[in-house]
T-cell receptor, first 112, second 113 residues
Framework: SQQGEEDPQALSIQEGENATMNCSYK?????LQWYRQNSGRGLVHLILIRSNEREKHSGRLRVTLDTSKKSSSLLITASRAADTASYFC????????????FGAGTILRVKS | NAGVTQTPKFQVLKTGQSMTLQCAQDMNHNSMYWYRQDPGMGLRLIYY???????DKGEVPNGYNVSRLNKREFSLRLESAAPSQTSVYFCATHQRQGGSGYTFGSGTRLTVV
């Protein structure tokens, strides 16, 4: 069964706006990761946040992690049409060892 | 530097036919994975290999077998394809030390008719 669940399932915004996607998970984790998938392509790793971190930045990306609520959020600031893609959170559960577990994803559409 | 290479990119099989999906990496990563992606389901782990010489079942292993041929190559075999195995298959690699993410191939789109 899936560990992570993203919310919303789909998001449509105008270019220049910010996009926020949320992820909830079920068990304790070592880290949480976000990936992007452009249509018809493989997944690309965006950012990793460890269980002892609360916030992390990478360019226009900001990720937060709240282990008490078992939730994370991905913020993309000043979105561009090229950000149109599916975004997945994935967790490295503490007890599953070397296996990454993915959520169902959020489809982001940025309109120009 | 190719990263993770999957072949073929597309395949159509008839029910009952067999085939092998190939995955090769030049990342020198120890761990390799096979996932399938179905609409609305995210990615589900089929099999993985934590290191050369070892393989383990993931969440949805039924109907599949794998071979970790060497450190570079990890193949996925469908012995008798079924329509339920119509999916997009992704190979991924990972090096646990260093806290990095997975590196994915571009996928194999398989249709079983």
């Amino acid at each position: 069964s899936q560990q992570g669940e993203e919310d919303p399932q789909a998001l449509s915004i105008q270019e220049g706006e910010n996009a926020t996607m949320n992820c909830s998970y079920k068990t304790s984790i070592n880290n949480l990761q976000w990936y992007r998938q452009n249509s018809g392509r493989g997944l690309v790793h965006l950012i990793l946040i460890r269980s002892n971190e609360r916030e992390k930045h990478s360019g226009r990306l900001r990720v937060t992690l709240d282990t008490s609520k078992k939730s994370s959020s991905l913020l993309i600031t000043a979105s561009r049409a090229a950000d149109t893609a599916s975004y997945f959170c994935a967790t490295f559960p503490s007890e599953y060892g070397n296996k990454l577990v993915f959520g169902a994803g959020t489809i982001l559409r940025v309109k120009s | 530097n190719a990263g993770v290479t999957q072949t073929p990119k597309f395949q159509v099989l008839k029910t009952g036919q067999s085939m092998t999906l190939q995955c090769a990496q030049d990342m020198n990563h120890n761990s390799m994975y096979w996932y399938r992606q179905d609409p609305g389901m995210g990615l589900r782990l089929i099999y993985y290999s934590a290191s050369e010489g070892t393989t383990d079942k993931g969440e949805v292993p039924n109907g599949y077998n794998v071979s970790r041929l060497n450190k570079r190559e990890f193949s996925l075999r469908l012995e008798s394809a079924a329509p339920s195995q119509t999916s997009v298959y992704f190979c991924a690699t990972h090096q646990r030390q260093g806290g990095s993410g997975y590196t994915f191939g571009s996928g194999t789109r398989l249709t079983v008719v």
